[in-house]
């Protein structure tokens, strides 16, 4: 599959602070997706994008799909203890590929109280 | 509603031994999907079923790995015979349409596999 770059690998951060992440391929994705796993189960959606240049946000989330297609950011605004858990970005292509999911290998967040 | 559902939860063998996998997806759910996810990598799909017919298995590797999706619903993984590099998550997800991409997918938690 393609391989996906995502940074930063980790982050510590305290209560309160702004977060942001972004990841990046050598390849066009049609669809950009953000994952969040915590230990023990499996990833939950938290935000979904179809379009070059979309901008969507759920709640304190906000992710944008890049222009290029080769792109995508998550921003996480006032962070909370509860957001503690690995973040995935995922791409997806066309029909020719099936649709598979190709995965980042994550982005570790740790948010002290 | 209930989500997807996995069996067992944890799993450790030697190597060389056989182990088989369970995935119950969401109820009315066509498309069914495997992956593998090693410590530290994002999870990476070995097979998707679309009913009962297979649409992507270009990542399994077919010498040790099987799955199946005899009736459209329940599915179930097979290595045999496992390796250390077996050593995974191995995660089902499934999705109600065809898979296409605004078809999102629904993760299990997983079956943690360790092969000493």
């Known amino acids: 599959g393609q391989q996906l770059n995502q940074s930063p690998q980790s982050m510590f951060i305290q209560e309160g602070e702004d977060v942001s992440m972004n990841c990046t391929s050598s390849s066009i994705f049609n669809t950009w997706l953000w994952y969040k796993q915590e230990p023990g189960e499996g990833p939950v959606l938290l935000i979904a994008?179809?379009?070059?240049?979309e901008l969507t946000s759920n709640g304190r989330l906000t992710a944008q799909f890049g222009i290029t297609r080769k792109d995508s950011f998550l921003n996480i605004s006032a962070s909370i203890p509860s957001d503690v858990g690995i973040y995935f970005c995922?791409?997806?292509?066309?029909?020719?590929?099936?649709?598979?999911?190709?995965f980042g290998k994550g982005t570790s967040l740790l948010v002290t109280p | 509603e209930a989500g997807v559902a996995q069996s067992p939860r944890y799993k450790i063998i030697e190597k060389r031994q056989s182990v088989a996998f369970w995935c119950n997806p969401i109820?009315?759910?066509?498309?069914l999907y495997w992956y593998q996810q090693i410590l530290g990598q994002g999870p990476k799909l070995l097979i998707q079923f679309q009913n009962n017919g297979v649409v992507d298995d270009s990542q399994l590797p077919k010498d040790r790995f099987s799955a199946e999706r005899l009736k459209g619903v329940d599915s179930t993984l097979k290595i045999q015979p496992a390796k250390l590099e077996d050593s995974a998550v191995y995660l089902c997800a499934s999705s109600s349409r065809g898979g296409g991409t605004t078809d999102t997918q629904y993760f299990g938690p997983g079956t943690r596999l360790t092969v000493l």
């Open positions: 994008l179809y379009k070059a240049g």
């Open positions: 109820s009315g759910h066509a498309t």
């Open positions: 995922a791409g997806s292509k066309d029909r020719n590929s099936g649709y598979a999911l190709n």
